[in-house]
């Protein structure tokens, strides 16, 4: 089975700290995807990366970057912490098409910026 | 704006019953449909997908699709207390087979 890993389950920052959000898949997908999640928003995307040194924004990238120096580590940055940031943060993976696969995701991690 | 509309619910069914979900889409091209599963606190796990109109089945869920109305559907047989979870309908649109569109997500408990 693929497994998406996060670095972090649960992880507390203060305002304006700089925060590093690691996710690792070990099955080689092409795809790599940063989200969070807030009651009532749903799944809103951040960025997202086809390749290695490759990422395009999502629909709320502001206040967020992203790195992928490898094809297996995607890593999402929280430049200074605000607390509008507080979420829940998901990784997610897929092979180049989706095909049956859908996405596979981490286990997620819950940050609260106070 | 393509988007995939979900009842919030929540829908609260007796133990064994038939749970029904139902998600549109509004993009025509539309490909492929998800479904996912999502506990509380925890991160969403595949349960089904399907990508032909008509019926799919896999244990208690059914998936149904129909593009000509543009929605689909998962239904749950024999709905069990642990079937309890928000369920999230995703679609692949066209021109893109990489990313996912996601809907909000319907509520389901279900009663012992």
């Known amino acids: 089975d693929v497994k998406v890993t996060q670095s972090s389950r649960y992880l507390v920052k203060r305002t304006g700290e700089k925060v590093f959000l690691e996710c690792v898949q070990d099955?080689?997908?092409?795809?790599m995807f940063w989200y969070r999640q807030d009651p009532g928003l749903g799944l809103r995307l951040i960025y997202f990366?086809?390749?290695?040194?490759?990422?395009e924004k999502g629909d709320i990238p502001e206040g967020y970057s992203v790195s992928r120096e490898k094809k297996e580590r995607f890593s999402l940055i929280l430049e200074s912490a605000s607390t509008n940031q507080t979420s829940m943060y998901l990784c997610?993976?897929?092979?180049?098409?989706?095909?049956?696969?859908?996405?596979?995701f981490g286990s997620g991690t819950r940050l609260t910026v106070v | 704006q393509k988007e995939v509309e979900q009842n919030s619910g929540p829908l609260s069914v007796p133990e064994g019953a038939i749970a029904s979900l139902n998600c549109t889409y509004s993009d025509r091209g539309s490909q492929s449909f998800f479904w996912y599963r999502q506990y509380s606190g925890k991160s969403p796990e595949l349960i089904m997908f399907i990508y032909s109109n008509g019926d799919k089945e896999d244990g208690r869920f059914t998936a149904q699709l129909n593009k000509a109305s543009q929605y689909v559907s998962l239904l749950i047989r024999d709905s069990q207390p642990s079937d309890s979870a928000t369920y999230l309908c995703a679609v692949v649109n066209a021109g893109n087979n990489r990313k996912l569109i996601w809907g909000l997500g319907t509520s389901l408990a279900v009663n012992p």
């Open positions: 990366s086809y390749d290695v040194k490759m990422k």
């Open positions: 099955m080689d997908h092409e795809n």
């Open positions: 997610a993976s897929t092979p180049s098409a989706l095909g049956d696969y859908g996405y596979t």
